[in-house]
């Protein structure tokens, strides 16, 4: 069986839009995809008990797989460096302070999920790079010409591949990019509300106090509780990933 799929979310300054496109076959015609199954609760999520019950659940999408469900913990980030380390060079500077918020933001997160930094980008299961997302053009077929959507802030996408250990389990990665090009407050929203998409929240809420909130807001809304449920909830349900495929 084949398996097609790339997907994205994209932030853009007043909207967060969400796309799926692209081709990826990692799976040849003689194996067949795991079943959806249900994984264990990870002990952390099963062990946090917020007050308020609500959550955005009925807004997450799944993937072709089921739901982006990590199973394997503490989940490896990677984020972009400068080249250059020279900070007498005003261009590193700035992408010193970029990173100073993706790591900000990767702390804030940390208190709900294991989450560790990595060296090189090889070994990252979440990969944070540094770039304003490229536009990409709709076509529209009322006037038959290409739409341009707003100038992106973010985005946040998803590839699977295959674990090289017997039994091969099908397993994903992230792909997170963040504009250079933003005020701090805003850089450090994007980066909140990206590594909810990338740990599973894939959907947004309605509630401009949450991190997933679909549009961005003046003030940056710190990770909510009703994040945290709907992210509790997300890891109770079936999906295909961290299951081996069968030959
Ligand atoms: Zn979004």
Redesign the pocket.
Known sequence: MKLKNLGY???AIFT?L?LVFGNLSIVNSQSSLPELKTHPLPIFLASLNPIDKEDYFSEIKTSPVGYLIWTHFPLKVYLEKPTETDVSIASNRRFLHWLEIMRKGVTEWAQYLPITEVETEDLADIFIKRNAPPLKPKFNSETGLFDFPPATT?E?KYTFYLSKDQPQLLLHKMTITVSPNLADDSTLSAIL??L??AFGIWG?SQNPNDA?Y?SQVRDTPPISERDINTLKKIYQQPTKLGWPISN
Do not use: D, N, V
């Open positions: 979310f994209i932030l967060c969400f973010a946040t509300h990206e909810g998409h947004h997933l679909f």
